[in-house]
Nanobody, 125 residues
């Protein structure tokens, strides 16, 4: 059973940094696409950053040049380095993985995705 466990969320002031981690387990082959999504109450979940198995990355326009997604395959861990945080970055952040390459890797999620339970990020002004 695929498991994704996020950590690293917290409360920081605007302009600060956080690094989110996602430890993945329960699979025998590399996900085709893995990444981070976020959601705030009353809003739809949005893609933040994803990385394809070939290394190609995708970023939401709102986080490009501030966030960096990367992975340590030796540790089966995905990271999201978040710098220059803004109050509008406040959200629950979820790690997600897709093993089906019939679905394109990007900022849109699909029903085939596996999800973690999330980690809360709160940015104060």
């Amino acid at each position: 059973q695929v498991q994704l466990v996020e950590s690293g969320g917290g409360s920081v002031q605007s302009g600060g940094s956080l690094r989110l981690s996602c430890v993945a387990s329960g699979y025998t082959y590399t996900p085709y696409c893995i990444g981070w999504f976020r959601q705030t109450p009353g809003k739809e979940r949005e893609g933040v950053a994803t990385i394809e198995s070939g290394g190609r990355t995708f970023y939401a326009a709102s986080v490009k040049d501030r966030f960096t997604i990367y992975e340590d395959n030796g540790k089966n861990t995905l990271y999201l380095q978040m710098n220059s945080l803004k109050p509008e970055d406040t959200a629950m952040y979820y790690c997600a993985a897709n093993f089906d390459d019939d679905y394109p890797c990007g900022l849109q999620s699909y029903d085939v995705y596996y999800w973690g339970k999330g980690t809360l990020v709160t940015i104060s002004s």
